[in-house]
T-cell receptor, first 112, second 110 residues
């Protein structure tokens, strides 16, 4: 079975631009969570979606938004990019809530 | 603010020794706890999860949970150089939010 897949794996954006990151969960998993990880720190919680509804939100500005589609895939959108948004963005999927969640390979975002 | 605290390390142990990694959490409502291993430049990989007080063993790994002390630990027996990585502790604080610690770097010397 395929694991969690994220796209793209790397991208470079300019300050002020918009970015969309995508995540496909493991087959059968209904929950997707998004995390931001900067170098030397643990992942910081951004959002959790379950059955297409937002169930949790971390302390991130409104520039960050997400959604989950009927097939349980998810998108993370970030508007008005700042240099500080440069990080590894991780998607994790689980069957429900947070039980045995598995991460994708991440998207490395660089804002210049 | 709900927090998960870990010693950043690095923790250095010789090959074959037991590595002991520790974690404390602030939210008494946390019910589930997870250990992830993260190699440099890679995404976190789930090693173990624990819900109940006591020990849980899986191969060379043992997770220990003490809810009264709000303490979680991970023991790695017969440590190998391939175990060298950052180990992340995470707590499900309820409310559909899981909090990670900053991680402990482990070096296993051959």
């Amino acid at each position: 079975d395929a694991g969690v897949t994220q796209s793209p794996t790397h991208l470079i954006k300019t300050r002020g631009q918009h970015v969309t990151l995508r995540c496909s969960p493991i087959s059968g998993h209904k929950s997707v969570s998004w995390y931001q990880q900067v170098l030397g720190q643990g992942p910081q919680f951004i959002f959790q979606y379950y059955e297409k509804e937002e169930r949790g939100r971390g302390n991130f500005p409104d520039r960050f938004s997400a959604r989950q589609f009927p097939n349980y895939s998810s998108e993370l959108n970030v508007n008005a990019l700042l240099l500080g948004d440069s990080a590894l963005y991780l998607c994790a999927s689980s069957w429900g809530g947070w039980t045995e969640a598995f991460f994708g390979q991440g998207t490395r975002l660089t804002v210049v | 603010q709900k927090e998960v605290e870990q010693n950043s390390g690095p923790l250095s142990v010789p090959e074959g020794a037991i590595a002991s990694l520790n974690c404390t959490y602030s939210d008494r409502g946390s019910q589930s706890f997870f250990w992830y291993r993260q190699y440099s430049g890679k995404s976190p990989e789930l090693i173990m999860f624990i819900y109940s007080n006591g020990d849980k063993e899986d191969g060379r790994f043992t997770a220990q949970l003490n809810k009264a002390s709000q303490y979680v630990s991970l023991l790695i027996r017969d440590s190998q150089p391939s175990d060298s990585a950052t180990y992340l502790c995470a707590a499900d604080t309820g409310g559909f939010k899981t909090i990670f610690g900053a991680g402990t770097r482990l070096f296993v010397k051959a």
